[in-house]
């Protein structure tokens, strides 16, 4: 087994920010020795804060550095496409977030270069790391409620993002409800067969006029037989509610509440108790074991439990729900010959 890890982190917003100080303080075997950002001064002020010597505002800086191992690609998923290329031309070991690329011809693109470059990539699909989530997982493959039949998953939020982000996010279905899709893979242990989305503009009407939706359902179905539908909602201002349920021929799995701390206050008036009010909260250990797992691997020599490839599935689902939700048609992944190319 490798030592440690030298990593950088690219990209500096508030999830970036998140991984630094959890790659700095938090994860074994890890040991990160530089911060870059586009935004002048960014890169500086986070290096000093969680005491990193090197810090640039130039990408290749990290990606030319020879002494670095891996790379931690948090940068707007319009920048995947280059970055992960030059990252894996230059020898680097690679963790993305999600979506891996803004389309299914850039993923084919950034797929052969990691492989041809023998890297080691993990796709940023954190709910599969989860406590809760990993250990529906192990009771499913333990045969805790039997055959899993159906997935039911559910997103819901109130912290809109605002013009500016919505018009470069790729559309409700591609930046929110990818993660269902891949959940929903990772739960049934099956392939999308089939999709048909629905969407509407409930509240927010600026989004559409970027082609975009605030609420939206998809419909799957899957080769073994099992089906999923998924749920996404910005419209969710009394917090964030992320919630999910396998259906199996034996028994059922439920995941998710609203509540932050297992705690009720009893009054004359009724029972109230804290909510959930933003991702950070819901996922925080969710987001370090990702990155624990993503070094552990790698110091092994062992295969990400999430990779490339599934990045691009769960992307060829959002694709298609996109499309399905424009055309009013339901897309069949099989006869697109996407699913596993």
């Given at each position: 087994?490798?030592?440690?890890?030298?990593?950088?982190?690219?990209?500096?917003?508030?999830?970036?920010?998140?991984?630094?100080?959890?790659?700095?303080?938090k994860v074994k075997g890890a040991?990160?020795?530089?911060?870059?950002?586009?935004?002048?001064?960014?890169?500086?002020?986070?290096?000093?804060?969680?005491?990193?010597?090197?810090?640039?505002?130039?990408?290749?800086?990290?990606?030319?550095?020879?002494?670095?191992?891996?790379?931690?690609?948090?940068?707007?998923?319009?920048?995947?496409?280059?970055?992960i290329q030059k990252a894996a031309?230059?020898?680097?070991?690679?963790?993305?977030?999600?979506?891996?690329?803004?389309?299914?011809?850039?993923?084919?693109?950034?797929?052969?270069?990691?492989?041809?470059?023998?890297?080691?990539?993990?796709?940023?699909?954190?709910?599969?790391?989860?406590?809760?989530?990993?250990?529906?997982?192990?009771?499913?493959?333990?045969?805790?409620?039997?055959?899993?039949?159906?997935?039911?998953?559910?997103?819901?939020?109130?912290?809109?993002?605002?013009?500016?982000?919505?018009?470069?996010?790729?559309?409700?279905?591609?930046?929110?409800?990818?993660?269902?899709?891949?959940?929903?893979?990772?739960?049934?242990?099956?392939?999308?067969?089939?999709?048909?989305?629905?969407?509407?503009?409930?509240?927010?009407?600026?989004?559409?006029?970027?082609?975009?939706?605030?609420?939206?359902?998809?419909?799957?179905?899957?080769?073994?037989?099992?089906?999923?539908?998924?749920?996404?909602?910005?419209?969710?201002?009394?917090?964030?509610?992320?919630?999910?349920?396998?259906?199996?021929?034996?028994?059922?799995?439920?995941?998710?509440?609203?509540?932050?701390?297992?705690?009720?206050?009893?009054?004359?008036?009724?029972?109230?108790?804290?909510?959930?009010?933003?991702?950070?909260?819901?996922?925080s250990d969710a987001y370090l074991?990702?990155?624990?797992?993503?070094?552990?691997?790698?110091?092994?020599?062992?295969?990400?439990?999430?990779?490339?490839?599934?990045?691009?599935?769960?992307?060829?689902?959002?694709?298609?729900?996109?499309?399905?939700?424009?055309?009013?048609?339901?897309?069949?992944?099989?006869?697109?010959?996407?699913?596993?190319?």
């Amino acid at each position: 087994m490798k030592e440690s890890i030298r990593i950088a982190v690219l990209g500096l917003g508030r999830l970036g920010f998140w991984h630094a100080e959890n790659l700095a303080q938090k994860v074994k075997g890890a040991e990160l020795v530089a911060v870059a950002d586009q935004m002048p001064g960014r890169a500086e002020e986070v290096a000093r804060q969680i005491g990193v010597a090197k810090w640039t505002d130039n990408p290749d800086d990290i990606f030319e550095d020879p002494n670095i191992d891996a790379v931690a690609i948090i940068t707007p998923t319009s920048t995947h496409h280059e970055m992960i290329q030059k990252a894996a031309a230059n020898g680097k070991h690679i963790f993305t977030e999600k979506p891996i690329t803004e389309t299914l011809e850039q993923a084919d693109e950034v797929i052969e270069v990691i492989q041809t470059n023998n890297i080691f990539c993990q796709v940023g699909f954190m709910r599969r790391f989860d406590p809760a989530y990993a250990e529906a997982k192990r009771r499913i493959e333990a045969g805790d409620i039997g055959k899993p039949l159906y997935f039911k998953g559910l997103s819901r939020d109130g912290n809109t993002p605002p013009p500016e982000f919505i018009q470069n996010s790729g559309g409700l279905y591609l930046d929110f409800s990818i993660h269902e899709y891949d959940t929903a893979r990772f739960f049934l242990g099956q392939e999308v067969k089939e999709v048909i989305a629905h969407g509407s503009v409930v509240q927010h009407e600026y989004v559409a006029e970027h082609g975009d939706v605030d609420q939206a359902l998809t419909y799957l179905t899957f080769d073994g037989g099992a089906a999923a539908d998924v749920e996404a909602s910005r419209n969710a201002h009394y917090g964030y509610d992320i919630r999910a349920e396998i259906i199996g021929t034996e028994g059922a799995i439920q995941l998710g509440s609203m509540r932050n701390l297992d705690m009720y206050v009893l009054k004359n008036k009724g029972r109230t108790h804290d909510i959930l009010p933003d991702f950070a909260t819901q996922f925080s250990d969710a987001y370090l074991l990702e990155m624990v797992s993503f070094i552990e691997q790698l110091r092994k020599g062992e295969s990400p439990l999430v990779n490339e490839v599934d990045g691009k599935i769960a992307l060829e689902i959002a694709v298609a729900a996109t499309e399905s939700y424009k055309t009013g048609k339901k897309i069949n992944l099989l006869d697109k010959q996407l699913i596993g190319k």
